[in-house]
């Protein structure tokens, strides 16, 4: 009787920290099970024999996103070695729709944790910067995942969202200063009209964009 009563506090204290629902979190915490072969943890080499991301073009980008210690909100920098299912469930939950009905200031902080993990995976030195080229990289590998649109189209929108990228961030420089890549500053800027939502939905660990959180 007391494991189950803990198990279920457990669960309400993930519903606090996560904003999932308890249902939401049993199918993820399933998914992590099948994930990690029944362990507590899993390590980055469970991810190896997930199909549906042995296709996605930032596969290991994605991979390393679960691993980032930015992203787990553990520190400013580094990998962590292995993750538990509260930190499976942080990172999830950068991939849930933005709840609108939560109100202006609630759906602005959350698009912008969503552009700050999309941020961090393009980062990887954890400088704070990424360069105008990996940024248009993460335009064209964004694009690449979508059926809809062609190579050369998506090759043609990344290298103009790269000009404009550069327009905003050189447009706000001092006449001496040197350019040194994109701030996540400028990201948001760079981002302000863009529908992240649509962007962020990956088709991910076979669940339809984790279906279950809609």
């Not at 029944?38 to 691993?67: C, G, H, M, W, Y």
């Not at 998506?154 to 350019?179: L, T």
């Amino acid at each position: 009787m007391g494991a189950a009563h803990s198990a279920s506090e457990e669960v309400r204290e993930l519903e606090g920290k996560t904003g999932f629902s308890s249902d939401q979190i049993e199918q993820l915490h399933r998914r992590f099970k099948q994930l990690s072969g029944d362990q507590p943890t899993i390590r980055k080499e469970n991810f190896s024999n997930v199909p549906d991301l042995e296709l996605n073009p930032i596969r290991s980008k994605i991979v390393r996103a679960f691993f980032d210690n930015r992203n787990l909100r553990k520190g400013p920098s580094g990998l962590a070695d292995e993750i538990n299912f509260e930190d499976f469930l942080t990172i999830m939950s950068y991939f849930r729709p933005i709840d609108t009905t939560l109100g202006e200031e609630q759906v602005e902080l959350s698009r912008k944790e969503k552009l700050k993990f999309l941020f961090h995976m393009y980062d990887s030195d954890s400088d704070g910067r990424i360069t105008l080229e990996e940024y248009r990289n993460v335009v064209e590998e964004l694009l690449s995942g979508n059926p809809h649109i062609e190579k050369e189209s998506a090759r043609s929108i990344a290298d103009g969202a790269m000009m404009e990228a550069a327009s905003v961030c050189v447009g706000q420089m001092e006449p001496d200063q040197v350019y040194e890549g994109i701030t996540f500053e400028d990201f948001l800027k760079i981002w302000q009209g863009i529908d992240i939502e649509t962007k962020m939905h990956i088709r991910f660990l076979n669940m339809e964009t984790i279906a279950l959180c809609h």
